[in-house]
């Protein structure tokens, strides 16, 4: 365990924002323009994925990634109690079109989702899966993938990155156990932390996002992810987010992309604002 951590970090150290270097367990990185990226959030009940939905606008936004086929999900939450948090606004407002609702209906979901990726799969490039909460919405997917296409091995070509513990505990238990079994499921450390070896982006001390952001479009999109934070935080039984209560930022379920797209060493929210603020 010990000499894997001291590779871990010996990789890590190599890396850089712009290049992706990270290799999974089975040896692959993210290709631009040929891998398919899929963001998916569970908006129940913590309001970070809000606040993670702007910054992952932002980060799109960046020219880098200007030819990374993405695509985002709203409501792929597991078991767990609260309400959920009304993303709808903000996910249209940040994506436009390339976004589905799993909320709203799980199994037209799961199927549309399945059309788009499948396009990728098909001409040999690889699914990517920021869970942003948990795992059910993977699972289901993957099975319908199986499915419709048996020949697609999804244990080396489909690649679902979790960083949360409570994430993995409030995943219905089978469904997470089919994740690991059907996928190269990846764990990374938490993004709530910094200096773990993954970006810590949940800051209560970091207030002044709006000396940041210069690009109109990318201010309302943040200004309406703090909105509807402050107005669900906490509210009606939902989870009261600490960082966020306290007028700062939790985008802490960015650092799977970051890590997905070799960006791993970004330290935490200042130093991702100083990268990818326009």
């Known amino acids: 365990m010990i000499l894997k951590r001291l590779f871990f970090f010996a990789v890590m150290s190599l890396s850089t924002c712009c290049t992706a270097v990270k290799m999974d367990s089975t040896g692959k990185t993210f290709r631009k323009g040929k891998d398919f990226l899929l963001v998916q959030f569970d908006c129940k009940t913590d309001v970070d994925d809000l606040q993670t939905v702007a910054a992952l606008a932002t980060l799109i936004s960046d020219s880098h990634y200007s030819s990374i086929n993405y695509h985002a999900v709203a409501g792929t939450y597991g078991m767990q109690e609260g309400l959920y948090v009304p993303p709808n606004d903000l996910f249209q407002l940040a994506f436009g079109d390339n976004w589905t609702d799993a909320h709203k209906n799980r199994n037209a979901a799961v199927e549309k989702v399945k059309s788009l990726v499948i396009k990728t799969l098909e001409q040999d490039g690889d699914l990517w899966i920021a869970d942003a909460g948990q795992s059910d919405f993977s699972a289901e997917l993957v099975l ?113 992309v970051c890590w997905i797209l070799g960006n791993a060493n970004i330290k935490d929210t200042e130093h991702f604002f100083s990268l990818y603020a326009q």
Request: hydrophobic share 30%.
């Open 144 to 256: 319908a993938i199986q499915k419709d296409f048996p020949e697609i091995e999804t244990s080396k070509r489909v690649h679902v990155v979790q960083h949360a513990e409570w994430n993995e505990e409030v995943t219905t238990p089978e469904k997470l156990d089919f994740v690991k079994r059907n996928t190269d499921y990846i764990k990374i450390p938490d993004g709530n932390a910094v200096g773990n070896g993954t970006p810590g982006f949940r800051t209560p001390e970091f207030t002044n996002w709006d000396d940041k952001i210069t690009n109109p479009e990318l201010k309302e999109i943040w200004q309406l992810a703090i909105d509807l934070s402050n107005k669900f935080n906490g509210q009606d039984g939902r989870y009261n987010n600490e960082a966020i209560a306290a007028g700062g930022l939790d985008f802490s379920d960015l650092s799977e």
